[in-house]
């Protein structure tokens, strides 16, 4: 089936250490991108892609670093200087700007 | 710069009542696409109906209905007859330039 595939679903980092979230999709889609959502808040822009090779900083970009080597993967890495890091990750992808958005069903990232 | 503002942090009804979420934008793109998706508890947003730039048809589908405006930027959207299963957080969205960007989100809660 077609869609769009986040892992983990949970993840547990200590504090100082770097991490990386999974995505990919199987929607021959140009576009992703990497949301972040708090508790009771709404979807922040961390970065995005237009095509491979290529990513743009959304509007909170410091602390995270994304790359996109391969049209269906679009990890993202949460680092150590990411001063508040547990949140609700989501990625998307979409076929071009004027299409839906498919989203992953989050990844939840918990610094312990 | 792209903003979406949902004024409405949080609202609550009572089932089969009518409920209005309002959604204004910013943009300076001529072209843009608005869209509204749902988040229910699972996390995932799932779509709910695109609108480009261009036309201001109201569209109806079923028991939600869309009001577009774009002398107010604006882009509101209603259920009718409104049932427990509404519950969720409603996010509206917009795109230019290649971002996809997100309100706050409303969160809607129908009472039995």
């Known amino acids: 089936d077609g869609g769009i595939t986040q892992s983990p679903k949970y993840l547990f980092r200590k504090e100082g250490q770097n991490v990386t979230l999974s995505c990919e999709q199987n929607?021959?889609?140009?576009?992703m991108y990497w949301y972040r959502q708090d508790p009771g808040q709404g979807l922040r822009l961390i970065y995005y892609?237009?095509?491979?090779?290529?990513?743009q900083k959304g509007d909170i970009a410091e602390g995270y670093s994304v790359s996109r080597e391969k049209k269906e993967s679009f990890p993202l890495t949460v680092t150590s200087a990411q001063k508040n890091p547990t949140a609700f990750y989501l990625c998307a992808s979409s076929g071009t700007e004027n299409t839906e958005a498919f989203f992953g069903q989050g990844t939840r990232l918990t610094v312990v | 710069a792209q903003k979406v503002t949902q004024a409405q942090t949080e609202i609550s009804v009572v089932e089969k009542e009518d409920v209005t979420l309002d959604c204004v934008y910013e943009?300076?793109?001529?072209?843009?696409?608005l869209f509204w998706y749902k988040q229910p508890p699972s996390g995932e947003l799932v779509f709910l109906i695109r609108?480009?730039?261009?036309?201001?048809q109201n569209e109806i589908s079923g028991r939600y209905s869309w009001n577009f405006q774009k002398s107010t930027s604006s882009f509101n959207f209603t259920i009718t007859a409104s049932q427990v299963v509404d519950s969720a957080v409603y996010f509206c969205?917009?795109?230019?330039?290649?971002?996809?960007?997100f309100g706050q989100g409303t969160r809607l809660t129908i009472n039995p």
């Open positions: 609108r480009n730039s261009f036309d201001e």
């Open positions: 892609s237009q095509i491979v090779n290529d990513f």
């Open positions: 943009t300076r793109d001529t072209t843009y696409y």
């Open positions: 969205a917009l795109t230019g330039a290649q971002k996809l960007v």
């Open positions: 929607l021959n889609h140009d576009a």
